[in-house]
């Protein structure tokens, strides 16, 4: 990619979380402090809204690496689930997988857990993420949980982290009581320009470059009018600029090239937001629109379809993974598909063996629906919007989608498409017509 080319030692922007970019803003940092402070006292809940890509992964990720020993925690990541679900799925994080629906059964064990961490001076910690999309019996079986309390103290803390839709379902009237036993709440804002400024510079300091000499002065300014203030965006947005600069033989990133860019990425919405939106509190990025699943087969043969709740969705051999794929091809962490702007990308995440997009080498790709990536003989189908049948699919001649990408070309005109599967139940046949 553009390391070489401006002299990095690795990509300053790249969408996979990294440890070593970790930038705070004040809010950030307040808000990691107040998150210490509510688990070091045992507190029963602790709530971080803010919108997509604005951080808040990384303030959890920075607290729970300094907990310690004598804190056991679980991380519910898939949240579109019932109060029986949410009670299973908590007992499986904790090595204790149980499928009975019996509600009984299911508190009592989780309940007989917490005592005996207390019993072995630990202090249990439940992680939600993406919390909006919990029904409200669900919320409510939380806040039963956090009330399984000793004499004297308090034993399970539960940290509810989301979007702003979060807050709107917390203050329902039903929800008093979960409310009331919450100390902590805090939303996180889009950075300032002032923060994005330094953002970039930090990011580019720690890859070995210098913002100064790659980016003309008024291109940051225009970053953050186009990004408001977002990382995950701006994160984007520098990574293809950049990317486009190497392509073009281009040493600065100028105004020319992100005007390319934002218009290659069609984030138009952004260039017609008001000006007195681009504040301190920055105008929200658009969310995801629709339902986002993804087809798994091998050779050919449907394996499973899951569905996207949250992004980065990240895709490899791991368990830790939003879709584990046992492929000998695949890589631990593979690829990750990520939402953009209301724009869904699929980033190769420094893979051993890569990925293929509609049998295209790629490093970094727009999605569209219907659109397959490749690793091996494993085919991930995207869809949006609407969920499909698994069906065979076929590898056949068709016409390429006119897209935006970017990354090396392999000279491959085979694209996959999905098939309807013979009435006979017969295997699909492998066809491949050259272009």
């Not at 990382?231 to 190497?246: F, V």
């Not at 392509?247 to 952004?270: A, C, K, M, N, P």
Request: charged share 25%; proline share 3%.
């Amino acid at each position: 990619m553009y390391e070489e080319f401006f002299n990095l030692t690795c990509r300053p922007f790249d969408l996979a979380p990294d440890p070593k970019f970790i930038f705070m803003t004040d809010q950030h940092a307040r808000a990691v402090a107040n998150l210490r402070f509510a688990l070091m006292n045992h507190d029963s809940f602790v709530i971080i809204t803010g919108e997509i890509g604005i951080g808040k992964t990384t303030i959890l990720n920075t607290v729970m690496e300094d907990l310690g020993p004598d804190y056991v925690t679980a991380k519910l990541v898939h949240t579109t689930l019932s109060h029986i679900e949410l009670l299973q799925a908590l007992l499986s994080e904790f090595g204790m997988p149980n499928y009975t629906k019996k509600k009984v059964m299911l508190l009592d064990t989780l309940r007989t857990f917490f005592l005996e961490q207390h019993r072995n001076g630990k202090h249990v910690v439940i992680i939600v993420d993406e919390a909006q999309n919990l029904s409200s019996s669900a919320l409510e079986e939380l806040r039963l949980l956090s009330c399984i309390d000793t004499s004297d103290r308090r034993i399970v803390s539960i940290v509810l982290t989301g979007q702003p839709s979060l807050d709107d379902l917390l203050d329902a009237p039903g929800l008093t009581q979960l409310r009331q036993r919450a100390r902590l709440r805090q939303r996180l804002d889009a950075m300032l320009e002032s923060e994005t400024v330094e953002y970039i510079r930090h990011r580019l300091q720690i890859a070995g470059g210098n913002a100064d000499e790659i980016f003309e002065p008024e291109t940051v300014r225009e970053i953050h009018r186009l990004t408001t203030g977002i990382p995950r965006l701006i994160n984007t947005l520098c990574d293809t600029a950049l990317t486009a600069c190497m392509v073009e033989g281009r040493r600065r990133l100028d105004l020319e090239v992100i005007d390319s860019v934002v218009h290659e990425l069609r984030w138009q919405w952004f260039e017609e937001q008001p000006s007195g939106e681009q504040s301190g509190h920055a105008a929200a990025a658009p969310s995801p629109d629709g339902t986002v699943s993804v087809m798994v087969y091998r050779s050919g043969q449907f394996l499973e379809q899951s569905d996207a709740h949250r992004f980065p969705f990240v895709i490899g051999r791991s368990n830790a993974n939003d879709l584990v794929v046992i492929d000998k091809e695949v890589s631990r962490r593979h690829a990750l598909i990520d939402c953009i702007g209301g724009i869904y990308v699929v980033e190769d995440l420094n893979s051993k063996n890569g990925i293929l997009v509609n049998q295209k080498r790629r490093a970094r790709a727009l999605l569209r629906s219907g659109d397959i990536i490749s690793f091996g003989q494993v085919d991930v189908v995207f869809y949006l919007e609407r969920k499909h049948e698994g069906k065979a699919i076929t590898r056949a001649a068709t016409e390429d989608k006119p897209r935006t990408e970017v990354g090396d070309d392999t000279d491959n005109s085979r694209l996959l498409k999905v098939e309807d599967a013979d009435a006979d139940g017969d295997a699909p046949q492998q066809a491949a017509k050259e272009a």
